[in-house]
């Protein structure tokens, strides 16, 4: 017996020589929000189409609410779908395009309508029952969307990317309104995207996806401050890396050795062995950066190539005394520091993680 909604373990889905889907497991607990983020192409759709089984898996089970459903047709998951295009039937009202799927159910006429003014209140659309699609914005055809879903009372709600057919500022209202919901509801949702910032700010845990597999599951803080793969820093947020070797410290403790020879200390939340390539990782907003010189441990000196202004934040490419290029951003309290300066930058150990370099370690 398992508390999960969803179980997906090792599943694989091919086509002919191309390999989509390559052992993909991970699970979404009950009333868990989990997002598969990846760039195009990753295997996310895929993935959540064989979960809603309009896709047959390779290999590998499928299990929803713990029943295994690999070999079930859609109609028996008891799963609720939105997708990015709506798909609502343009020649029916709000309200029978909510109705419909309880009609198809032979529901009685009471019931669904119940159901429809439950569904249509909770998105916020009571009063526009009787309108056509066409009469609606995009924000509110997705809307009616979510609401025929929702009236089905789905155990577990599936979304691909539903939002990305919005423009930016109703992209920003929707998925405030989406997160309130489904916490409200406390509704199951597994929901695809490749828009970082949609599947942080959502989700409970992100199931971050490159080439068909599964790089890493976690918490968003966790993913953005512990990546576990070089593809995880670079794909989420921003992030500098510089390529050393890794080397023991005082205590235990790990630092890397930069090409200038010079030695940072930093933490390792996976095992390194000294000697090994490595990739020291940065994050912009860590550092901070002055034009006053500085000694000490990691501390790194170069010279500023492009100052940008963006108001709160200043933004800076510095080239290093080692030659790398680092990327600062700090907030607007400081002095604004012009091209060509030459600048300190100091980064803490805690905010220097070592990741393997990969196929290593
Ligand atoms: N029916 C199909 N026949 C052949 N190849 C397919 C089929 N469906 C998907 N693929 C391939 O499988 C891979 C994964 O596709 P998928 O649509 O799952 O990616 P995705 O991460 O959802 O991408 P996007 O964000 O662009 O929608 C791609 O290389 C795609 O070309």
Redesign the pocket.
């Known amino acids: 017996m398992s508390d999960d909604a969803i179980q997906v373990s090792g599943v694989v889905?091919r086509?002919?020589a191309?390999?989509?889907?390559d052992n993909v497991s991970f699970n979404v607990a009950q009333g868990e929000f989990v997002s598969?983020l990846?760039?195009?192409?990753?295997?996310?759709?895929?993935?959540?189409?064989m979960i809603a089984g309009f896709?047959e898996p390779t290999a590998g089970a499928l299990r929803v609410n713990d029943r295994d459903v690999t070999h079930l047709p859609p109609e028996k998951r008891e799963l609720g779908f939105v997708f990015q295009n709506y798909a609502l039937w343009p020649h029916m009202t709000v309200a029978e395009n909510v109705g419909f799927g309880l009609k198809l159910r032979r529901k009685s006429r009471t019931f669904i309508r119940e159901k429809i003014a439950e569904s249509l209140s909770v998105t916020g659309l009571s009063g526009y029952e009787d309108r056509l699609p066409r009469q609606l914005s995009g924000g509110q055809q997705q809307r009616v969307a979510l609401a025929r879903a929702l009236a089905l009372e789905p155990q577990v709600l599936l979304m691909?990317?539903p939002l990305s057919n919005l423009d930016r500022a109703l992209r920003v209202t929707m998925r405030r309104e989406l997160k309130e919901l489904q916490a409200r509801m406390k509704m199951t949702t597994l929901y695809?995207?490749?828009d970082q910032e949609e599947a942080l700010s959502l989700s409970n845990r992100v199931v971050i996806?490159n080439k068909?597999r599964v790089e890493q599951v976690a918490a968003p803080y966790e993913l953005y401050e512990n990546p576990a793969t070089s593809f995880v820093a670079d794909f989420v947020g921003i992030t500098n890396f510089l390529e050393g070797s890794a080397v023991g410290v005082d205590g235990g403790s790990m630092g890397v050795r930069l090409r200038s020879g010079q030695v940072l200390r930093a933490v390792a939340k996976t095992a390194v062995t000294p000697g090994a390539e490595v990739r020291a990782l940065i994050r912009p907003e860590r550092v901070t950066l002055t034009t006053k010189p500085v000694d000490g441990e990691n501390v790194l000196s170069g010279q500023v190539i492009l100052s940008e202004y963006f108001g709160a934040v200043l933004r800076y490419s510095v080239r290093l005394d080692g030659g790398e290029i680092l990327r600062a951003e700090v907030h607007n309290f400081d002095n604004f520091v012009e091209t060509g300066a030459k600048v300190w930058i100091c980064v803490l150990p805690e905010h220097l993680r070592i990741i393997p370099q990969e196929g290593q370690g």
């Open positions: 889905k086509y002919g191309t390999t989509a889907v598969l990846g760039p195009s192409g990753c295997g996310k759709t895929t993935t959540l189409r896709v691909d990317e695809v995207t490749h996806m068909g």
